[in-house]
Nanobody
Framework: EVQLQASGGGLVEAGKSLRLSCAAS????????IGWFRQVPGKEREGVSC????????VYDDSVKGRFIISRDNAKNTVTLQMNSLKPEDTGVYYC???????????????????WGQGTLVTVSS
């Protein structure tokens, strides 16, 4: 069974940093793209960042470019999202998700039928 576990959320003041982690099990981690998504009540879930299986492709939403850094450690089956200069609009439940990399990397969008973990809540106060 594939399991993805996001952790590291919390309450932080605007301008500060948080580091989220996604731990994966039950899959050949190095073959999967990993994405971070966030959702706030009343809004659709939005993609934040993605890193492809072999690190070749990294994508950020415009809203987080220059502030967030995604990385992965295939030896530890983990992906990290370093979030700097946080803003109140970064508040939401953050999810990590995975899809098999057929060679397109992050161009192959992660969708509802792919593997998803439970979220971790990030709250940024102004």
């Amino acid at each position: 069974e594939v399991q993805l576990q996001a952790s590291g959320g919390g309450l932080v003041e605007a301008g500060k940093s948080l580091r989220l982690s996604c731990a994966a099990s039950g899959l050949l981690f190095a073959d999967y793209n990993i994405g971070w998504f966030r959702q706030v009540p009343g809004k659709e879930r939005e993609g934040v960042s993605c890193i492809s299986s072999t690190y070749r492709s990294i994508v950020y939403d415009d809203s987080v470019k220059g502030r967030f850094i995604i990385s992965r450690d295939n030896a530890k089956n983990t992906v990290t999202l370093q979030m700097n200069s946080l803003k109140p609009e970064d508040t939401g439940v953050y999810y990590c998700a995975a899809n098999y990399d057929y060679g397109l990397g992050c161009r192959d969008k992660i969708g509802p039928s792919d593997h998803w973990g439970q979220g971790t809540l990030v709250t940024v106060s102004s």
